[in-house]
């Protein structure tokens, strides 16, 4: 259905009533642009059925957000991302991926051939980075999910083949990236911190254990060593477990001379609890130091990948013809369900990171008269601290169930459908699962883009 102006601005402002908005629309309501497609570069929150093959075709999934068209149940739970939305406001084919398939686990059914599709411009895939070819989901994190994760700047190369090197000039071009880069960072960093944690802690323990059944002996310095040789010993062992190692600390503590009463549950009990606070203690103290330490970095690697999204749009997109380009920055990461499960600390680097990356692409941007730049941190945020006037009813917890592995075996909104909803009304949620938005929340964003666009003189 054709949509002129001024109903595309009132849609949207109707969404971001109290907020400030004034209607940029009046006087000429005729669509100034007629666009003759519209192509889509991007991660998840822009994937139209990268995945939807396999397992996860037949589980019913296939989009990251709840699945299918539920609107017998509520007229909100279309099944549709933004993408899907802002084609049908310009009368335009429903977009499709253009890539489809899976790199995973076979067994499970997530190894299907990469495929191609012809006239399908949805390259949006879920995982994907900037550049970095290795995103969330990807088989060489261990996923047995395999997802592709074909980074933006490979997105944007294919196309261009596809289309003879150069845009035609009247596409709507989409690209909405970054958060990955995020996401899979701080994975690393929170892998990487509990590795260090652990080693710490367990060094901590040990020390603590040995000093402890070592005291009672009649040669503490003789017993510590013959208690240190056995615990590099049981270490070294398959299957060696901090219970493994212990007992054989006591055991070799208890033949110690003048030692034996430390064989008794009664004196070693205390012993091990003290050690397991020790170990906990200095565990957590370094697993801290390692966020610190290494934060920066992470800071830093962000203000990077938005310099080449800054450079792929100037040097790929604008360069190549394609004279209207929205793009999004980076939402409000930490304000999600999964960005509040990591406490103050985290939320605090998130937004760090997020800031950076959306003042380096806003100023790498600004001054491209070809380029929209969508505000989307500004609206997410909002949303996230001030719900009521946009509609939402929770805005921290997830719609769909994405904690019991025999509703949702991925934990994931990526299978999320109706038979595997949270119970109640969770039509107007915020969240599907703990990153990814419902279709309520993505069409207050395909409404804000709109707006967007209408002001910058594109609708």
């Avoid at 019913?60 to 993408?83: E, Q, R, Y």
């Avoid at 997109?317 to 920055?329: D, Q």
Wanted: glycine residues 10%; neutral net charge.
């Amino acid at each position: 259905m054709r949509q002129t102006k001024l109903a595309l601005a009132a849609m949207a402002l109707a969404v971001l009533a109290g907020c400030g908005g004034t209607d940029p629309a009046a006087g000429d309501q005729s669509v100034k642009i007629k666009y003759s497609s519209q192509v889509s570069f991007g991660d998840s929150l822009s994937d139209v059925g990268s995945y939807n093959v396999g397992t996860v075709a037949a589980l019913k999934g296939g989009k990251f957000t709840i699945n299918g068209d539920n609107t017998s149940i509520n007229a909100t739970l279309t099944g549709k991302n933004w993408t899907e939305l802002i084609a049908a406001q310009l009368s335009l084919s429903a977009p499709c991926a253009a890539v489809t398939g899976l790199d995973g686990t076979a067994s499970l059914g997530f190894s299907v051939t990469k495929t191609a599709h012809s006239g399908c411009y949805g390259y949006a895939m879920g995982g994907s980075r900037v550049t970095n070819p290795v995103g969330p989901g990807n088989k060489a994190t261990g996923s047995a999910l395999g997802a592709l994760t074909v980074p933006l700047v490979t997105q944007v190369a294919t196309h261009l083949t596809a289309v003879g090197g150069k845009f035609k000039g009247d596409e709507l071009v989409l690209v909405w990236g970054g958060a990955n880069d995020a996401l899979y960072q701080l994975t690393v960093l929170s892998t990487n911190a509990t590795a260090a944690g652990t080693t710490a802690g367990n060094a901590a323990y040990l020390q603590s254990l040995i000093s402890q059944l070592a005291a009672g002996a009649t040669s503490p310095a003789t017993a510590a060593a013959a208690i240190t040789a056995a615990v590099q010993t049981a270490a070294a062992q398959t299957g060696a477990t901090q219970t493994t190692i212990t007992q054989a600390a006591i055991g070799a503590a208890a033949v110690q001379p003048g030692n034996s009463a430390v064989a008794s549950a009664t004196v070693y009990g205390p012993m091990v609890a003290t050690a397991t606070t020790t170990g906990t203690t200095a565990g957590n103290a370094a697993g801290v130091a390692y966020v610190t330490a290494h934060s920066a970095e992470l800071v830093t690697n962000m203000g990077t990948a938005a310099t080449e999204l800054v450079a792929l749009v100037k040097t790929q997109l604008i360069a190549n013809n394609a004279n209207y380009v929205v793009v999004l920055n980076a939402p409000d990461i930490a304000n999600t369900p999964a960005g509040i499960a990591e406490g103050s600390s985290i939320q605090a680097l998130i937004n760090t990171m997020v800031s950076t990356f959306n003042t380096t692409l806003n100023t790498g941007l600004a001054s491209e008269s070809k380029v929209l730049i969508v505000d989307v941190y500004a609206v997410s945020h909002d949303q996230a601290t001030n719900p009521g006037p946009y509609g939402l009813t929770n805005v921290t917890e997830p719609a769909c169930n994405i904690t019991d592995t025999t509703k949702n075996a991925l934990g994931s909104s990526l299978v999320c459908n109706s038979t595997n909803l949270i119970s109640g009304d969770v039509s107007h949620y915020s969240y599907a699962d703990d990153l990814h938005p419902t279709p309520y929340n993505n069409l207050l964003l395909a409404r804000y883009v709109s707006k967007a666009m209408v002001t910058k003189g594109w609708l």
